[in-house]
């Protein structure tokens, strides 16, 4: 082999090792990474996970069937301050009460909730500790309370 073609073997091997070595440091320096990001990966999939769990949590909290009823401003149902509701607000219509444990899951005074086929009320007043999963809507004459019933339905706290 004359000294031209040893060079251009000799530049071809220099060529294919450097390649192979710096191959083998890229994929060593990507193992490395792997492994170093790999417990961050792993923890925001968890969190991704925690997150997904947590959104359906409050879903159920938000819309609910439960049992809707109504009430009237008389002592035997209110009290001996019938037209005073659990946050002080005076009793009227567009109002409504929750049972304690609706309450605990976020379904406090202030907030709004919509009761299918009735419209939309805001939370002013408590129930006896007895219901549960219950909403009371407001009736200001108590026949038409008594009318309205027990019923069945789906209730949604609004945001906000």
Avoid at 46 to 72: C, G
Avoid at 80 to 93: F, G, I, Q
Avoid at 115 to 125: C, L, P, R, S, T
Avoid at 127 to 142: E, L, Y
Wanted: hydrophobic share 40%.
């Amino acid at each position: 082999m004359n000294g031209h073609g040893s060079f251009v073997v000799t530049s071809l091997f220099f060529a294919m090792f450097s390649t192979l070595v710096g191959f083998g440091v890229q994929k060593t320096a990507e193992s490395e990474a792997r492994q170093q990001y790999l417990p961050r990966i792993q923890a925001l999939d968890e969190e991704r996970q925690e997150l997904t769990r947590q959104v359906a949590e409050l879903e159920k909290m938000k819309i609910k069937d439960v049992t809707v009823t109504a009430y009237s401003p008389t002592e035997a149902e209110c009290g001996p301050e019938p037209h005073v509701t659990a946050s002080m607000a005076k009793a009227r219509p567009g109002i409504v009460a929750v049972s304690r444990d609706l309450f605990d899951q976020g379904w406090v005074f202030g907030k709004k909730v919509y009761v299918k086929g009735h419209g939309i009320f805001e939370i002013a007043d408590l129930m006896s500790k007895r219901h549960t999963q219950r909403v009371d809507i407001f009736f200001p004459d108590t026949e038409e309370a008594r009318r309205f019933g027990v019923k069945q339905v789906k209730v949604a706290l609004l945001a906000g």
